[in-house]
Every structure is written in C-alpha cells, then in structure tokens.
C-alpha cells in the first residue's frame, strides 16, 4: 500500500477539514504533524483489529480518527482548527500491539510513513 495522505488545505480558524490514508488492516494506523524545525508530534491512531483509538492531549475532543472497513481508509475529521494545528500531516503504519499510548504514540514504533499532506489554518 503506497501510503499518501490527502485532504489538506488552508482552512479559517475554528473550521475543519477531513484527512485520508489508505489503510491496510490488522495494523496500527497513525497520524502525526511537523512543522519545519520541530520534531515529528503524535496527532492520533487507530487499531484496525479493535477500532480502539487514542488522541494526543492537544486534539483531543476536537479531532476524530476513524476506519473506513469498506473503503480501506482511515481518516481523520479535523474540527476547530487552531493556527496552532498547521503542520505537514503524515499518516503511518505499525505492526506493534501495545495498547500503551506512550508506545503507539512514538514515532520510532512505525515502519511505513506516507507522503504528508499540508493543513494550514488560518487566524
């Protein structure tokens, strides 16, 4: 599976946007954002076996991953973006199976990483 995401764009303050990934199933499906000089910050992640998700502290409530079963995607629906959300958005695949945030939450646990997608919001 070629892993690149889409769906990015310039949004106002407070609106929203929906990401894609192609998504290849029984794995851990990730999101994650970077900006120029910054390391790469977990966003969210989806287990395709379970559906279990998990969200970073800064997204939480405003951001919603999901899996499409018959579309083999998996989003993310982006809502009340912040300037502070603009970044290249990466989606990624891991074979681990921790349910532990700290461990699906790292980088260096994702073997695959897609092209990323610009998501630039407005103020």
């Known amino acids: 599976v070629q892993l690149q995401a889409s769906g990015g764009g310039l949004v106002q303050a407070g609106g929203s946007l929906r990401l894609s990934c192609p998504a290849v199933s029984m794995y851990v499906m990730g999101w994650f954002r970077q900006t120029p000089g910054k390391e790469r910050e977990f966003v969210a992640a989806?287990?395709?076996?379970?559906?279990?998700?998990y969200y970073s502290d800064s997204v939480k409530g405003r951001f919603t991953v999901s899996r499409d079963n018959a579309k083999m995607t998996v989003d993310l629906q982006m809502n009340s973006l912040k300037p502070e959300d603009t970044a290249v958005y990466y989606c990624a695949i891991s074979s681990q199976r921790s349910t532990i945030l700290a461990v699906i939450s790292s980088p260096a646990e994702y073997e695959e990483w897609g092209q990323g997608t610009l998501v630039t919001v407005s103020s």
């Open positions: 989806i287990t395709w076996r379970t559906g279990r998700t």
